[in-house]
């Protein structure tokens, strides 16, 4: 096959891939939309930073403005992801033929909530690939230079988008650099490339410091989430437990002790129910509440430092295993149609013509979701092992580093954040592509070791 006919073949490939992620979308007739999505759309018209954000998933958004349309974002961060997934693919299995990669790839859209997520307007839907792109850097095999860097560039872009994702990947980085240790103590030989990440890691630190400042005016990578801290420790129960050991006998111990008998119980509730202490007292914009948050969290580390540990571990754990498709995706006429209406109003009747303004059920996909999650990643660790005893390196290497990233994603949304089920969904698909992936990797081996002859039979004595 000419290189030309080879590169038309997987331009075609990824374009019918993006096609296939973007189907809820296209079946909704519209994007589909988050509660945070409005941040994201109103930022290059506004220039505005939302307080507990980075900025250049806002930016990425200037596609829609520049266009006119919303659908420019979506089709690009599908474009994004299918190339990320493509080039990831090919670094595990480089002789992954682009029809066979694109069969996996739509079974994983198909029965994975993935494609819902590419399909909204929010910075959760390169995640999954971004960690994919991340493993495929530390443990694939090398790709042909110009294609390792379009690779890096795409994830180091996708990184940027999130500050969880930066969080995560930092946390790979650091395990790979202990699991590399470890290994050459044990003088096991497993190629790691840690300088590939490491400039990844730089490179979306720059995207994403420059974005903050064109936003700004200030450089800075993030703002500390105190108030987001303050929200976790409030649905485990360590702030009712805190104001209720020092209310008592000093009412004015903490701005919340008049609020105490009456404290939300979820995190989601404290932070965006329209009234109750949070906005009482001042918001996201209230420096003294955030500090007011500081000082909580830094009391209650200091009087119950195991209590808190295990219910952050137990929330991280929850976190693990929440994976069903649909959080979140409702109705949003309600939230998002004057800033629509103001900014495009060309798109309106779609946006209320469009099926996510008359309810989806996703009680389908709930059970399906996480049975098929737990199965791929109980056949994953099958795969690793049985192809680490044959002489297979990157099955086991990309398996372990791909179950570090679904767990440090639950320890950062989860222990750092709250629970809830779109974090660890927007990753979820991850397990069933590499099952795919190592499959297709120890097929492709036996074929070549043992072609058979006319009659089937071994050539191979």
């Known amino acids: 096959m000419s290189a030309f006919k080879a590169q038309a073949t997987t331009s075609f490939a990824l374009a019918v891939l993006a096609g296939l992620l973007l189907w809820p ?37 200037w596609f829609a403005r520049l266009s006119g349309s919303l659908w420019a974002p979506l089709v690009l961060q599908a474009l994004m992801v299918a190339t990320m997934v493509w080039l990831s693919a090919r670094s595990f299995v480089p002789t992954l033929s682009p029809w066979l990669f694109l069969f996996g790839a739509a079974l994983v859209s198909a029965f994975t909530g993935w494609a819902w997520y590419v399909s909204q307007i929010m910075a959760d839907a390169v995640t999954g690939a971004v960690l994919l792109g991340t493993v495929a850097l530390l443990c694939g095999q090398k790709l042909p230079a110009a294609q390792r860097l379009l690779l890096v560039g795409l994830t180091a872009i996708g990184i940027s988008f999130h500050l969880s994702h930066l969080a995560v990947v930092c946390g ?42 064109t936003a700004t005016g200030r ?6 989430p105190a108030n987001l801290r303050l929200a976790l420790f409030v649905e485990t129960g360590l702030v009712q437990r805190y104001l209720d050991e020092v209310c008592p006998a000093n009412e004015k111990a903490s701005q919340l002790c008049p609020y105490r008998t009456r404290l939300p119980t979820t995190a989601n509730a ?44 137990k929330a991280a754990l929850v976190q693990f295993g929440m994976v069903e498709t ?23 009747d779609d946006f209320l013509g469009a099926h996510q303004q008359r309810v989806i059920d996703f009680q389908s996909y709930a059970a399906r979701d996480t049975i098929l999650y737990w199965t791929a990643l109980l056949a ?68 070549r070791k043992d072609p058979g002859d006319a009659d089937g039979n071994s050539v191979e004595g």
Not at 42 to 51: A, D, H, K, Q, Y
Not at 176 to 181: E, N
Not at 188 to 204: C, E, K, N, P, Q
């Open 25 to 61: 979308a296209l079946w909704n007739g519209a994007p589909l939309f988050y509660y945070d999505s409005v941040d994201y759309l109103e930022m290059p018209f506004t220039g505005r930073l939302p307080v507990f954000r980075t900025a250049p998933y806002g930016w990425f958004q």
């Open 326 to 348: 649909g959080d979140g995706i409702r109705p949003m006429h309600w939230h998002l149609e004057k800033p629509i209406r103001r900014l495009y109003l060309d798109f309106v």
């Open 172 to 213: 790979l980085f650091l395990c790979a650099a202990l699991v590399l240790a470890l290994l050459r103590l044990a003088r096991v030989s497993v190629a790691l490339r840690l300088g590939d990440l490491a400039a990844t890691i730089a490179l979306s630190t720059v995207i994403a410091v420059t974005a903050n400042f």
């Open 270 to 313: 404290y932070l965006w129910n329209t009234f109750g202490p949070f906005h009482e007292l001042g918001g996201w914009r209230s420096e003294p509440h955030k500090q007011e948050a500081k000082a909580i969290i830094r009391e209650i580390l200091n009087r119950y430092p195991g209590e808190t540990f295990s219910r952050l571990g």
């Open 219 to 224: 450089v800075f990578l993030f703002r500390d």
């Open 380 to 447: 994953l660790g099958f795969f690793a092992v049985g192809r680490w005893l044959a002489g297979s390196r990157w099955p086991a290497m990309a398996a372990l580093f791909v179950f570090l990233a679904l767990a440090g994603n639950a320890i950062v949304c989860g222990a750092f954040s709250n629970p809830n089920h779109r974090y660890q969904g927007r990753v979820a698909w991850l397990p069933l592509l590499l099952v795919l992936l190592s499959g297709a990797e120890m097929t492709g081996l036996r074929l």
